[in-house]
T-cell receptor, first 115, second 110 residues
Framework: DAGVIQSPRHEVTEMGQEVTLRCKPISGHNSLFWYRQTMMRGLELLIY????????DSGMPEDRFSAKMPNASFSTLKIQPSEPRDSAVYFC?????????????FGPGTRLLVL | DAKTTQPNSMESNEEEPVHLPCNHSTISGTDYIHWYRQLPSQGPEYVIHGLTSNVNNRMASLAIAEDRKSSTLILHRATLRDAAVYYCILVNFGNEKLTFGTGTRLTIIP
C-alpha cells in the first residue's frame, strides 16, 4: 500500500496567488482529515470528511480556505488568495472509519511557503 | 474536548527504557487514549491506543492508571530512531477528531 499521498511536497508562491494542495487517501478509507502545522500554533485540524461529506470545518481559518472531496480517492485544499501567514506544513490523513479506536494515517505533508 | 498535559521535553539514554507520562484528569468514560509521534520532517504516526486496560504492541506499551486520569507510554529499549515528539491525545467515542497538544520532545542520547 502506498499510504496517503500528498502533492506537491513543496510549494513556493507569491502572496495573492491561488494554491491547491492535493491528497489521495488510502484506498478503502472513509474519513479524511486536513491539518496545518506551524511553529507558533502546532498541529491544527482544519477540516474533516466522512464518506466524502464535510463533517466539521470549524478549524478552517477563514474564507480564503476551502476544501473539497469530489470522490473517495481525492481531496483538495485550496487557498485563494494566499498570504505569508499561510506558510506552514499541511498534512492530510485518512482512517478506515468513523470510530474513536481507529488509527489515522498521515501523509508526508506539503511544505508551503508564501512570499 | 478533554485536555492532556505532558512534559515539554525528556531525555533518555540509548537502549534504556523510556516512560513518557500524560495526565488527563478530565477524561470521560468514552474517551480513548491515543499516542502518536512525529519524527523530524515527517507526518505524525500512530503508536498505540487504549481505553481502560494496558496495551502492548510491537512499538510500545501503554499503561493506563486505574482511574484513567493518567497514562504512560513505555518504549522498552529506546533507539536513536525513537527521537521524536510524542503526543498523547484523547479521542471521544463517536468521532475521529484528534486535537494535538504540544507533546513531549524525546531526545535519545547515544
Amino acid at each position: 500500500d502506498a499510504g496517503v499521498i500528498q502533492s506537491p511536497r513543496h510549494e513556493v508562491t507569491e502572496m495573492g496567488q491561488e494554491v491547491t494542495l492535493r491528497c489521495k487517501p488510502i484506498s478503502g478509507h472513509n474519513s479524511l482529515f486536513w491539518y496545518r502545522q506551524t511553529m507558533m500554533r502546532g498541529l491544527e485540524l482544519l477540516i474533516y470528511f466522512n464518506n466524502n461529506v464535510p463533517i466539521d470545518d470549524s478549524g478552517m481559518p477563514e474564507d480564503r480556505f476551502s476544501a473539497k472531496m469530489p470522490n473517495a480517492s481525492f481531496s483538495t485544499l485550496k487557498i485563494q488568495p494566499s498570504e505569508p501567514r499561510d506558510s506552514a506544513v499541511y498534512f492530510c490523513a485518512s482512517t478506515p472509519s468513523w470510530l474513536a479506536q481507529e488509527t489515522q494515517y498521515f501523509g508526508p505533508g506539503t511544505r508551503l511557503l508564501v512570499l | 474536548d478533554a485536555k492532556t498535559t505532558q512534559p515539554n521535553s525528556m531525555e533518555s539514554n540509548e537502549e534504556e527504557p523510556v516512560h513518557l507520562p500524560c495526565n488527563h484528569s478530565t477524561i470521560s468514560g468514552t474517551d480513548y487514549i491515543h499516542w502518536y509521534r512525529q519524527l523530524p520532517s515527517q507526518g505524525p504516526e500512530y503508536v498505540i491506543h487504549g481505553l481502560t486496560s494496558n496495551v502492548n504492541n510491537r512499538m510500545a506499551s501503554l499503561a493506563i492508571a486505574e482511574d484513567r486520569k493518567s497514562s504512560t507510554l513505555i518504549l522498552h529499549r529506546a533507539t536513536l530512531r525513537d527521537a521524536a515528539v510524542y503526543y498523547c491525545i484523547l479521542v471521544n467515542f463517536g468521532n475521529e477528531k484528534l486535537t494535538f497538544g504540544t507533546g513531549t520532545r524525546l531526545t535519545i542520547i547515544p
